[in-house]
């Protein structure tokens, strides 16, 4: 078919941004410019299935590069922008906060700066048709701890952690742009993701890999944490939504209503993988038996839950799996994609950016 739009996605080498970039080219008609840093998180390798797509573009460029933005946008003059560049992981967050306040907060300001700039150059009905989408987190909205209260989008912002902080910093940087420059804005803020190509520092592929290897499952606290899980890829569908169908201005908050306790994911992984992996590594007998729980995180939210129905009624978008239909794609998608993990674990993953230089 003819192609249409250009899309830039920032952070697209990531765990979500890669979901991103591989459902826009596979199901859409869409041009894609993945803009992404390659830090420790960034693997290329997450989008072979995609390699050699005359669609797909990939540009190694810091969102804290202005120049390097700029040109960016004056050569492929992009139709929308979904920005998910950032630092990620909660536990280095508390380990080490400044790459959180770089990226998150410091990038977000220049991309937006960019893209300001850019759109102030377009034609009106460009200008009219241009969208800024900022993807963020729930864990924005602080600890639902001791209540049955779901996060909407009314929900007031109490970040905990040095990671949720930059986030929310960076949500009311885009809101500001949104309503002081007129810069068509859309921001989302979704639930705990799961699925193909997560890092293994994250708690699911962490405790799929390490019960294969016959390593201690850790879990912090006593488990009881509640995390809302919602399959990567119905996340994506509901991103690239959102963009194309989004109102201006408007935020929607994406969740699969999958409430569990951490140590109800942990030992739903180890009953799949009893059923999967029944060979067990030496000396383990269940795989139940390798859960050790560790000294709790530091200001660790007791729990988290979406309200997803603005976006259910307004856009159509509901979630294709159940947590239990996910979970299950999800170990089999380890136990069958052994060359993708074992790259990361010994660091082979990065060796495609030499190619690239
Ligand atoms: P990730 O850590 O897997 O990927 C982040 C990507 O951003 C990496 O490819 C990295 O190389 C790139 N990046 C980092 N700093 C950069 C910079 N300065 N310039 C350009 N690129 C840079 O993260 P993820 O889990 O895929 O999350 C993506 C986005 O979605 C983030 O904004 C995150 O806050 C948000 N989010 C994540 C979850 C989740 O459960 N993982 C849930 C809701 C929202």
Redesign the pocket.
């Known amino acids: 078919g003819e192609v249409m739009d250009t899309i830039f996605v920032?952070?697209?080498?990531?765990?979500?941004?890669?979901a991103v970039v591989r459902h826009i080219v596979q199901n859409t008609t869409c041009k894609v410019v993945n803009?992404?840093?390659?830090?420790?998180?960034?693997?290329l390798q997450s989008l072979s299935s995609i390699d050699g797509s005359e669609r797909y573009f990939f540009e190694q460029?810091?969102?804290?590069d202005k120049k390097a933005l700029d040109k960016l946008f004056a050569h492929y003059s992009p139709a929308a922008v979904m920005?998910?560049?950032?630092?990620?992981?909660v536990d280095r967050s508390i380990d080490g906060p400044g790459?959180f306040i770089?990226?998150?907060i410091t990038?977000t300001y220049t991309l937006l700066e960019s893209a300001r700039e850019y759109w102030l150059s377009l034609e009106e009905s460009k200008q009219i048709a241009f969208r800024f989408h900022q993807?963020?987190?729930?864990?924005v909205y602080g600890d639902l701890e001791g209540t049955t209260d779901l996060f909407t989008e009314e929900t007031p912002y109490a970040p905990s952690s040095p990671?949720s902080a930059s986030?929310a910093a960076s949500d009311h940087l885009v809101r500001a742009w949104g309503r002081t420059y007129g810069l068509p804005i859309v921001v989302t803020?979704?639930?705990?993701?799961?699925g193909p190509f997560?890092?293994p520092e994250?708690l699911i592929p962490h405790v799929i890999l390490n019960a294969l290897a016959g390593k201690p499952l850790p879990i912090y606290g006593d488990g009881s944490q509640i995390r809302d899980w919602l399959y990567v890829e119905d996340?994506a569908r509901a991103l690239f939504k959102v963009v194309t169908e989004g109102e201006v201005g408007e935020t929607y908050n994406i969740g699969g209503h999958n409430e569990k306790k951490n140590i109800e994911v942990v030992e739903t992984i180890c009953a799949l993988l009893e059923e999967l992996a029944p060979r067990k590594p030496d000396g383990v007998e269940k795989y139940t038996d390798l859960i050790t729980f560790v000294k709790d995180r530091p200001g660790h939210d007791a729990r988290y839950a979406i309200d997803a129905a603005k976006i259910q009624k307004e856009l159509g978008w509901t979630p294709d799996e159940s947590f239990e239909t996910g979970i299950r794609k999800t170990v089999e998608w380890y136990l069958n994609n052994t060359d993708w993990w074992q790259n990361v674990l010994n660091g082979n993953y990065k060796l495609e950016r030499i190619g690239q230089e």
Do not use: M, P, R
């Open positions: 920032t952070g697209g080498a990531g765990f979500i941004g890669s803009i992404d840093k390659l830090t420790y998180a960034g693997n460029v810091d969102i804290c920005h998910l560049a950032a630092e990620s992981h790459a770089e990226t998150n990038g993807i963020s987190t729930d864990e990671y986030k803020n979704c639930s705990n993701n799961y997560h890092f994250k996340h």
